[in-house]
């Protein structure tokens, strides 16, 4: 299996395992404080469709020769369409949700290599290769599915996706110490791989330390 069958793969589990969680919530949860500081559950839920919005521009863009921008309008613009669909009710939260998902993942399914190649542009102007996109979309709903506070932690973050991102986290750390620094301080290297994660992404503190660096 290549490595975009692998995140693909591992992307589409985690957005059936947030589906199942949402189908159950009810109209008074939804509105509660998720775990991100200023937001409720909500505003969380709008973030994940909007971000699979926003990948999928990718893959129109594509298809017309043109890198597609995640976010026009910019911060502002994605802000107010994420506090917008926060104030929808609960039943059209999880239906823009379930909808953006299936919409995102037909455009993987029906992308050409030529699609594939391309690239996309991201809110902070970086742009990334539609693969990377898709690793990506993986670890926002990982992650953000934790956020929303219904009892699921990092511990229960799917190991492929800790196996990948470590990597990722071990490579960023390297180039922002100073030279010569290969690995992290001995109390984050000595933690299990999903906690050291869960401290880098700043899910979890550690003593002496407090929260990691984040992405």
Known sequence: MSTL????????????A????????DSDSI?????????????????IARNAEGLRRFFDAARDGRVGEQYPGGRAKRDSDIEEGAQHACIDIVSELR??????????????AEVWASKGRLLTGAEVTLE??????????????????YGQTWSDWPNDYVRFEMDRQLMAWRASQPMGVKDFPDAVRKLP???RLAWLLQRTTVEGLGLGPGI
């Open 18 to 25: 947030l589906l199942l969680l949402v189908d159950d919530i």
């Open 31 to 47: 509105r509660e404080p998720s775990l991100l500081p200023g937001w409720t559950r909500a505003h969380v839920l709008s973030h």
């Open 132 to 149: 990377e996109s898709v690793f990506r979309r993986w670890r926002e709903v990982v992650v953000h599915t934790t956020d929303l506070g």
């Open 5 to 16: 069958d692998r995140y693909v793969e591992g992307c589409a589990a985690a957005h059936q």
């Open 99 to 112: 909808t953006s998902m299936w919409a995102l993942e037909g455009a993987w399914a029906g992308a050409t």
């Open 193 to 195: 791989d999903k906690e």
